[in-house]
């Protein structure tokens, strides 16, 4: 049996999903395809507009044969942590053969070479790259700057395209799996995650709103007990970031007023939000650390569930299979931190959107199956 493995968020699951979908098995000539989803914070550091459950469930209905859960210290950060996490729970599993994704280049050599060049300039990059954000230098165009500089006649689209970006994390992650990418079809072919979570706002203005002021009351709530020094602790932190939002948080009246006080050159918006994310659960530089990936299964149908046969008898697998938390006694200390981490983020989750904190609990949840 040949698998592949797919690294998304489907916050909500849409046509541009099933398209990458349905052309990578092609592509791959597959018999099955597992998927690694980010769990009910997104990377962007917001919640998701459905929980987990609920967007697992979806993705198996419309093609995916069985949705892992991706770590929210992985989720919660870059695009370089958001890579390697998804690439070491599919390649810890033992079984996948390939990862598929979507660019806007479509050319996996160009992505490639890419790849392997930033990899090899990488420490000079991040030292070039920190100066540049230490000038005022926003993070996303000193990254730009630096690579411009040190790697001469790379295609710039490489390395300033949002998905591009993130196929090249995955591909310098990449040990056992191949790669295969699917061109995106641009604006316009399919209605995109954003375009889709606009309507749901517009559709329902009252419960977008009331979801948005839940989460900036927990919000205000843990900035008014936390040390500025606690909040420069966040992985995202520095600069002074977490003291600023410390000193600014009382004065602001909406989540989206506060980012607007504390945005800047040097804090990107994305930054700001990640960070917000972060102090709310307790994510720092040592949780991100001290993490360690495992397999934790949200939803599968026939064909994933062969997969979760075919991982659990390989010799191949390093990640632990879980799919009832209550069973986990024998989890490492990393691996113990790192679900607590979802688990923590999962009950937030579920105060925001007003859901049952018991019956919605992970510790209640079982695995979706079709």
Known sequence: MKYIGIIAEYNPFHEGHRYLIDNAMQAAGADACVSVMSGDFTQRGLPAMTDKWERASQ????GVNLVLELPTVCVLSSAEYFASGGVDVLEGLGVVDQLAFGSESGDIEALTGCADLLKSCESAINGETSRLCRAGVPYPKARQQAVSALCPGLDVSLVSEPNNILAIEYLKRLKTMEAITVKRSGEGHFQTA???RHEFAAREPERAMALEK?????????FATAEAAELEECFSSGEGLG?????????AKSLNELIDMVKSKAYTRTRITRLLAQAMLGITGETVKSSEVY???LAFDKAGAGILRASADSDLRTVKLITNINKTS???SGERNTLDKDIEASDIYNIITGQDLYERSDYVMMPYRI
């Open 295 to 297: 397999a934790r299964v």
């Open 330 to 332: 024998e989890l490492s």
């Open 194 to 196: 954003t375009a889709l």
């Open 59 to 62: 993705a198996v209905k419309n």
């Open 214 to 222: 839940r989460y900036f009351d927990l919000l205000r709530a843990r």
């Open 243 to 251: 003291t600023k939002l410390k000193n600014e948080f009382r004065y």
